[in-house]
């Protein structure tokens, strides 16, 4: 969802994050239908003060990611080490994330772009139908892809491989900039979340809600993005804005009877926040990586941060 700030803004998140140890990728050869882009990744810390881990959370590094093509980014989810990414602009990015020997993020690299397309193959065009907010993987590499404005949810097929082809997708009269933010596997079918609340599991054969009652934000945030928890639930990023100066976000785990845990990670200023509307899950061998990226709204005084969190078991 793309957030109006105010000017007054630019003080408060320029100051958000110390950056350091620039990377820059240089784009190579297309191939296809990707196009090389540029991508400069620079460390952030967490900050001092703002942030606050439940005990068995903690941070595994952080990065700053600048480049023409990298705005706007709403949603995320890891393969391996290959990062993908859709934007309210109407794009898919991938690239590789970069782990030292003792597995904290330390760079991001060999980044490429493609535009979204509708099922005749156009690009898509205008904003309003291009607004990409939720990707799913599913178990068998078939992508899916949320819209909001024009409310929909689209297969683009295993690896990204197919025109794209609409799957179902919950029956609500959404408003028009505030929809399906959060989309995550589940098992065959996949669990949508409404930014304003509200949680959906589909398949195939249509869309049900998860539980009664539906699980909802609470204290002004809104849901902005999810992802299948390896060992059970989802984790869910939520995103609080407080005109002009106040961005939070925070992340909590969401159980399959539809209940929220208490807050996993919590983000204020100082600590580096900022628009946080994706969220990818990866198991390791002691837990489970978390990593958040943020939608910078195509706004100067804002940033496209890419934070790791280590969960234990």
Not at 27 to 39: H, L
Not at 158 to 163: H, L, Q
Request: glycine share 12%; hydrophobic share 40%; net charge negative.
């Amino acid at each position: 969802m793309r957030l109006v700030l105010r000017a007054g803004l630019s003080l408060a998140l320029m100051g958000l994050a110390a950056c350091a140890a620039l990377a820059t990728a240089t784009p190579g050869v297309p191939v296809g239908p990707d196009r090389a882009i540029r991508m400069e990744a620079r460390h952030v810390p967490l900050g001092i003060g703002g942030a606050t881990l439940a005990p068995g959370v903690s941070y595994a590094g952080g990065l700053v990611l600048r480049g023409p093509d990298l705005h706007g980014l709403s949603d995320l989810k890891i393969q391996g080490s290959r990062a993908w990414a859709v934007s309210d602009f109407g794009s898919l990015v991938r690239f590789d994330i970069v782990l030292n020997r003792n597995g904290r993020l330390t760079s991001a690299t060999n980044a490429i772009s493609r535009p979204l397309t509708g099922p005749d193959g156009a690009v898509l065009a205008p904003k309003e139908n291009a607004d990409a907010e939720g990707l799913a993987i599913l178990a068998d590499g078939e992508v899916l892809v949320s819209f909001e404005r024009d409310h929909r949810i689209w297969s683009y097929g295993s690896g990204f491989a197919s025109p794209a082809s609409p799957v179902p997708s919950p029956q609500v009269a959404f408003p028009a900039n505030e929809g399906m933010e959060g989309l995550a596997p589940d098992g065959d079918g996949w669990l949508v979340l409404g930014e304003g609340g509200g949680a959906w599991l589909c398949d195939r054969g249509g869309c049900a809600p998860l539980s009664d009652p539906m699980p909802s934000p609470a204290d002004g945030f809104r849901f902005t993005g999810a992802d299948r928890d390896p060992h059970g639930g989802w984790f869910v990023v939520e995103r609080l804005f407080i005109p002009p100066l106040n961005m939070q976000a925070r992340v909590r785990h969401l159980s399959p009877e539809g209940v929220l845990s208490a807050p996993l990670i919590q983000l204020r200023p100082p600590a580096s926040t900022d628009n946080f509307e994706g969220i990818a899950a990866v198991e390791t061998a002691t837990g489970t990586r978390l990593y958040i990226l943020s939608d910078d709204n195509d706004n100067f005084v804002q940033k496209t941060l890419l934070l790791a969190f280590d969960i234990g078991r």
